[in-house]
C-alpha cells in the first residue's frame, strides 16, 4: 500500500511538470525581459550614459526652438528652430528604432540636469534681440556638445545598433552646428503687421482725413 502510495504522488508531480496553464502538454513558455541598459550610467560610451543623453540632447533642441518660434521675430532664427525640430523629432525616432532593436527600453524623454539648465537659461532671456543672441549661443553651445557625444560613440560604444545611430546622427548635428554658426541673428524681422503664429493680421480700414485714428 505504501509503494502504491509513492508511485502515485511521483506520477502527479510528473504530470504537473508536463502541463502549462493552459492545462496542455508540453513545457511553459518563457518571454526573456527587455534587457537593461548596459554598462557604466556616467559614460557616454556606453548604452547606459549615451542614449539618456543622446535623448536629452534631442529634447534641448525640440523644446528650446519650440521656444524660439515664441519668442523671437528674427526671420532666420524661426526659420532655424523649425528645422531642428524637425530635425531632431527624427534623431529621437531613430534612437528609440536602435534602441528597441538591441532590446533595450526605450529612450527616457526628459531633460538631464544639465540641459534643463540650459532651458531655463534661455527662457530667462526674454524676447527680441536678446533672446536671438541667446538662443544661437546656446545652439553652437549644444551642437558641439553632441557632435562630441555622437562621434565618440559612433567609434567606439558598446552596442551595433546604437553604434549606427550614433554615425548617423553626426552629420546631421554638424550641418547643425555650421547652421548656428552662421546663423544670423540680425536678420530681417517680421513685419508689425505679422504675429508670431506666422499668420498675417487682419487688416483694417485706413484712416480718413479728419477722422480721429
Known amino acids: 500500500m505504501r509503494a502504491f502510495a509513492l508511485f502515485l504522488a511521483a506520477g502527479v508531480s510528473l504530470s504537473a511538470c508536463t502541463m502549462n496553464n493552459e492545462g496542455d502538454m508540453g513545457p511553459v513558455p ?5 534587457a537593461a541598459m548596459t554598462g557604466d550610467p556616467s559614460s557616454p560610451m556606453t548604452a547606459a550614459g549615451y542614449v539618456p ?3 536629452s540632447s534631442d529634447q534641448l533642441e525640440i523644446q528650446s526652438s519650440q521656444l524660439a518660434l515664441q519668442a523671437s521675430t528674427n526671420q532666420a532664427v524661426r526659420s532655424f528652430a523649425n ?10 525616432a531613430a534612437l528609440a528604432s536602435a534602441a528597441a532593436s538591441a532590446g533595450l527600453p526605450p529612450p527616457p524623454m526628459a531633460l538631464l540636469p544639465m540641459h534643463q539648465q540650459m532651458l531655463d537659461q534661455l527662457r530667462s532671456a526674454g524676447t527680441g534681440q536678446a533672446f536671438d543672441n541667446a538662443y544661437k549661443a546656446m545652439q ?3 551642437h558641439q556638445a553632441a557632435l ?17 545611430a550614433a554615425a548617423s546622427a553626426v552629420p546631421i548635428v554638424q550641418q547643425h552646428l555650421t547652421a548656428a554658426q552662421n546663423l544670423n541673428v ?4 517680421m513685419s508689425p503687421g505679422m504675429p508670431m503664429n506666422g499668420q498675417p493680421a487682419p487688416a483694417t480700414a485706413p ?6 485714428g
Not at 518563457?30 to 527587455?34: D, G, K, S, T
Open 148 to 164: 562630441q557625444l555622437h562621434q565618440g560613440y559612433a567609434s567606439g560604444g558598446d552596442v551595433p545598433a546604437l553604434r549606427q
Open 207 to 212: 484712416v480718413r482725413s479728419g477722422e480721429r
Open 53 to 55: 543623453m543622446a535623448a
Open 30 to 34: 518563457r518571454v526573456a525581459p527587455p
Open 186 to 189: 540680425m536678420g530681417a524681422m
Open 83 to 92: 528645422m531642428m525640430i524637425a530635425h531632431h523629432q527624427s534623431t529621437s
Open 140 to 142: 553652437i553651445q549644444s
